[in-house]
Nanobody, 125 residues
Framework: QVQLVESGGDSVQAGGSLRLSCAASGYTISAYCMAWFRQAPGKEREGVATIDDSGATAYTDSVKGRFTISKDTAKNTLYLQMNSLKPEDTAMYYC???????????????????WGQGTQVTVSS
């Protein structure tokens, strides 16, 4: 049974940093495509960063240069390092995984079968 558990969310000031973690069980993350999504109140869930089974990464434009997605296969854990945080980064952050995700839907919610419960990030100005 695939399980994803996020942690690391917190309240920070604008310009601060956070590192989110997503501990995976029931499968090996090295063989899966994984991603971070976020959802702010009243908005749709949006893809933030993706990493495929080869380690190739991609980011949505609003976080390029500030966020870094990575994975530690020894710990079977996905990370999202977030720097230079802005108030507009405030959202619930979710990790997602699937065995194979076509590149054209890697930032879409329906591209992933497995989801964590989310961790809240709040950035104040």
């Amino acid at each position: 049974q695939v399980q994803l558990v996020e942690s690391g969310g917190d309240s920070v000031q604008a310009g601060g940093s956070l590192r989110l973690s997503c501990a995976a069980s029931g499968y090996t993350i090295s063989a899966y495509c994984m991603a971070w999504f976020r959802q702010a109140p009243g908005k749709e869930r949006e893809g933030v960063a993706t990493i495929d089974d080869s380690g190739a990464t991609a980011y949505t434009d609003s976080v390029k240069g500030r966020f870094t997605i990575s994975k530690d296969t020894a710990k079977n854990t996905l990370y999202l390092q977030m720097n230079s945080l802005k108030p507009e980064d405030t959202a619930m952050y979710y990790c997602a995984a699937d065995a194979a995700v076509a590149w054209w839907i890697r930032f879409r919610r329906n591209g992933y079968k497995y989801w964590g419960q989310g961790t809240q990030v709040t950035v104040s100005s």
